[in-house]
Each structure stands twice: as structure tokens, then as C-alpha cells.
């Protein structure tokens, strides 16, 4: 019966880091038009936002006090999720101008990950409630952000 239990959460561990991966993805792709284009829609802001308050709130544990990915071990996944995002965002970049391969070339990937490692931190300091707020305010440091906080 044990072995059945520890099967089921190994399962439902599974589904929630493919859940924060999908999530990741999503993030990626708004961060990537937001460096190509240098500007920030409010849609952009939203979904970035609310990726990031997913992400907080599936990767915390049932017990409320410990992650199913600490802080240090973001950087393979990030890595991962930075490429898998690149051919969607190519759809969607300048009208969908460039190839995927075009658009990878264009990225600066290290600042990419550094912006989201960043947004991830946050969800590590702050609680849901106050999340929402603290986002705003760094979105506002992005290209084009002081533009779209105005």
C-alpha cells in the first residue's frame, strides 16, 4: 500500500513540475517579444504576472512550507523552457516575421534568464497576497515598462 502512495505523489509530483514547466514556457514567451519588440503591452504584463503567480502557487508544497523547486535549482528548467518558447514566440514576434532559428540568434538568453530567475525569487519573498503589487512594480523596470506603468 505504501508503494501505491509513493507512486500516486511521484505521479502527482510529476504533473505539477510539467504544470510550472508549461507556465515557464508561457513566461518565456512574453519576456522574449517584451526584449525583441523593447516594449511592454499591458497583455504581455498580464500574462507575465500571472504566470509567476501560478508558478508561486503550484511549486509550493501541500505543507505550506517547503517548494517542490528551491530557489537554486531553477537554472536546468529555465534553460529548458527558454528554448521550448522560442519557436511559439517566433509566431508571434513582429507579426511573425522570423524563424524560429532568426529569433534565437536575436536573444540575449543569459538576460532572459536572469529577468526570469529574478521574477522567481520574488515568489520566494513574498506572499500571494502582496505578489501582485511587487510584480507591477518590476515590470515597470522591463523595456518599454515605464511606458506601461505610467
Request: glycine share 4%.
Given at each position: 500500500?505504501?508503494?501505491?502512495?509513493?507512486?500516486?505523489?511521484?505521479?502527482?509530483?510529476?504533473?505539477?513540475?510539467?504544470?510550472?514547466?508549461?507556465?515557464?514556457?508561457?513566461?518565456f514567451?512574453h519576456?522574449?517579444?517584451n526584449q525583441?519588440?523593447?516594449?511592454?503591452?499591458?497583455s504581455?504584463?498580464?500574462?507575465?504576472?500571472?504566470?509567476?503567480?501560478?508558478?508561486?502557487k503550484?511549486?509550493?508544497?501541500?505543507?505550506?512550507?517547503?517548494?517542490?523547486?528551491?530557489?537554486?535549482q531553477?537554472?536546468?528548467?529555465?534553460?529548458?523552457?527558454?528554448?521550448?518558447?522560442?519557436?511559439?514566440?517566433?509566431?508571434?514576434v513582429?507579426?511573425?516575421?522570423?524563424?524560429?532559428?532568426?529569433?534565437?540568434?536575436?536573444?540575449?538568453?543569459?538576460?532572459?534568464?536572469?529577468?526570469?530567475?529574478?521574477?522567481?525569487?520574488?515568489?520566494?519573498r513574498?506572499?500571494a497576497?502582496?505578489?501582485p503589487?511587487?510584480?507591477?512594480?518590476?515590470?515597470?523596470?522591463?523595456p518599454?515598462?515605464?511606458?506601461?506603468?505610467?
Amino acid at each position: 500500500a505504501l508503494a501505491i502512495v509513493d507512486e500516486l505523489e511521484g505521479m502527482s509530483k510529476q504533473a505539477i513540475l510539467r504544470n510550472i514547466d508549461s507556465f515557464l514556457v508561457r513566461l518565456f514567451i512574453h519576456l522574449i517579444k517584451n526584449q525583441v519588440e523593447q516594449r511592454l503591452t499591458n497583455s504581455w504584463a498580464a500574462s507575465i504576472a500571472s504566470s509567476i503567480l501560478e508558478i508561486k502557487k503550484l511549486n509550493l508544497k501541500d505543507n505550506k512550507t517547503s517548494y517542490y523547486i528551491k530557489p537554486e535549482q531553477w537554472q536546468p528548467r529555465l534553460e529548458e523552457a527558454l528554448e521550448a518558447a522560442i519557436a511559439p514566440a517566433s509566431l508571434e514576434v513582429f507579426n511573425g516575421e522570423l524563424r524560429r532559428s532568426q529569433l534565437s540568434q536575436r536573444l540575449d538568453k543569459p538576460q532572459l534568464i536572469l529577468t526570469a530567475n529574478s521574477l522567481l525569487s520574488l515568489t520566494y519573498r513574498y506572499s500571494a497576497k502582496e505578489l501582485p503589487a511587487v510584480l507591477d512594480d518590476y515590470l515597470t523596470e522591463l523595456p518599454g515598462g515605464e511606458e506601461w506603468g505610467r
